[in-house]
């Protein structure tokens, strides 16, 4: 069964400096990976997936992430934060049942200081 | 384009009270809707999914039921319910039944019970 797993509850950047949120998933098949990012009270916001084209996918705001078959990994980056980055991230498998469904991680929660 | 809206916004209720939480989408015909969950400090919980028009599949037993009685709305309902009920209620839809697909996500509805 595939399954997501964020290591990091809370990631604290200062404003400038490299944005690294880990996402590990574990899958018997290809997995297609996403990053969601939510604001207070806000619903989900997709920021970029990975669908087996390019491992490395662009997404909005100058967030990135690397799918790394050997480390199981789909790490989402961002070159210099942003004040308004503040939010949740959330990574998520999606199930091959043929139909769309999702199985999300924890989340972690990113803190920008300036 | 496509819109999500849910409502209410915000909700409290006392325990025992029922509870009916309506989510439509616009600018899009034959959904995929979904329902989840996000309690306090916790990941997102799938609850219930629609295909069509009368069809509902759940996830997780619970004290909570939905219904799609037309192709665009998607209600969650209960009929008394729990402290435990407490949570982040979102609504989603996709536009396929393809695994690369995007969840797009309503604004949520944030219930209290008390």
């Known amino acids: 069964a595939q399954s997501v797993t964020q290591l990091g509850s809370h990631v604290s950047v200062s404003e400038g400096a490299l944005v690294l949120l880990r996402c590990n998933y574990s899958?018997?098949?290809?997995?297609?990976l996403f990053w969601y990012v939510q604001y207070p009270n806000q619903g989900l916001q997709l920021l970029l997936k990975?669908?087996?084209?390019?491992?490395l996918v662009k997404g909005i705001n100058g967030f990135e992430a690397e799918f790394k078959k050997s480390e199981t990994s789909f790490h989402l980056t961002k070159p210099s934060a942003h004040m308004s980055d503040a939010a949740e991230y959330f990574c998520?498998?999606?199930?091959?049942?043929?139909?769309?469904?999702?199985?999300f991680g924890t989340g972690t929660r990113l803190l920008v200081s300036p | 384009s496509q819109t999500i809206h849910q409502w209410p916004a915000t909700l409290v209720q006392p325990v025992g009270s029922p509870l009916s939480l309506e989510c439509t989408v616009e600018?899009?015909?034959?959904?995929?809707l979904y329902w989840y969950r996000q309690a306090a400090g916790r990941g997102l919980q799938l609850l219930f999914y629609?295909?069509?028009?009368?069809?509902i599949s759940s996830e997780v037993p619970q004290n909570l039921s939905a219904s799609r009685p037309q192709d665009r709305q998607f209600i969650l309902s209960s009929k008394k319910l729990l402290l435990s009920d407490s949570g982040f209620y979102l609504c989603?839809?996709?536009?396929?039944?393809?695994?690369?697909?995007?969840?797009?996500f309503g604004p949520g509805t944030r219930l209290t019970v008390l």
């Open positions: 899958s018997s098949v290809p997995p297609y």
């Open positions: 989603a839809w996709t536009g396929g039944g393809h695994s690369t697909d995007t969840q797009y």
């Open positions: 998520a498998v999606s199930l091959n049942t043929g139909f769309q469904k999702l199985v």
């Open positions: 990975y669908t087996s084209a390019a491992t």
């Open positions: 600018g899009t015909s034959n959904p995929n």
């Open positions: 629609s295909v069509g028009i009368g069809q």
